[in-house]
């Protein structure tokens, strides 16, 4: 099966959790609005039946499936990224659900008004949101996955093997280092596990390969995790 993916074209946002477990299980995909335009991404959201609500969505065959986590859900159990059983299915479904809270809790670091202000009319509401979510948000996020790697008994979440939950780990460590890399290299060392999770991710051959083409779009000012100098000083509160 060739998978779609519909996503938009130029950041990588929440299509990038599903773009990472694809390239990680060599599955065959087309990136729609890359590679054939937006008008086609737009045609099937206006489209009858079940549409989506937004992008990400994905096409398998007949399903259209929406919602970065439950494509995840979907494409974990067909690519041996997600545990066989139910309860652990469930478990790496719950795990993503939670990191889709902390997404949200990432864009609005720089949105914390809504996201049809730009960024410029919502400075000092933003400092303020940055704040508090360094000093409040991130240890108890980052805390708890760093908790749950300790516990595990393997390199991976759910133990020895790798999930799609261990991709998307790897894509928040990258973006917040991206977006706040004084703040994040200061806190790094609270969290040895998953900077290490983040490596070894990193090295795996698939998402090496993936990371070093042109197929990974880079990090920049339109997506979730944006670089402002201003958010990133240790004295923002």
Request: charged share 25%; hydrophobic share 40%; net charge positive.
């Amino acid at each position: 099966m060739r998978y779609e993916l519909y996503y938009w074209p130029g950041i990588q946002g929440r299509g990038e959790f599903v773009r990472l477990a694809l390239e990680q299980a060599g599955a065959d995909y087309v990136d729609v609005a890359r590679e054939r335009g937006m008008g086609a991404m737009m045609k099937m959201m206006e489209g009858g039946g079940t549409p989506p609500f937004a992008p990400p969505f994905l096409k398998a065959g007949k399903l259209v499936i929406g919602q970065t986590a439950n494509i995840l859900l979907y494409l974990g159990s067909r690519h041996g990224l997600a545990p066989k059983t139910e309860a652990g299915k469930l478990w790496v479904h719950q795990l993503q659900l939670t990191i889709t809270d902390l997404v949200l809790e990432i864009h609005d670091t720089h949105h914390p008004l809504g996201p049809t202000l730009y960024y410029e009319d919502q400075r000092a509401p933003a400092k303020r949101r940055t704040g508090e979510f360094w000093k409040e948000r991130v240890p108890k996020y980052l805390g708890y996955f760093e908790g749950l790697l300790e516990n595990t008994g393997g390199p991976c979440v759910t133990g020895r093997r790798l999930s799609y939950v261990d991709l998307s780990l790897f894509q928040i460590v990258e973006g917040l280092r991206y977006a706040f890399p004084k703040r994040m290299k200061a806190f790094e060392r609270d969290i040895p596990g998953l900077v290490d999770l983040h490596d070894r991710v990193a090295a795996r051959p698939n998402i090496k390969a993936y990371l070093s083409s042109d197929r990974r779009i880079p990090f920049n000012e339109e997506g979730i995790f944006r670089r402002y100098k201003e958010l990133d000083s240790q004295l923002v509160i």
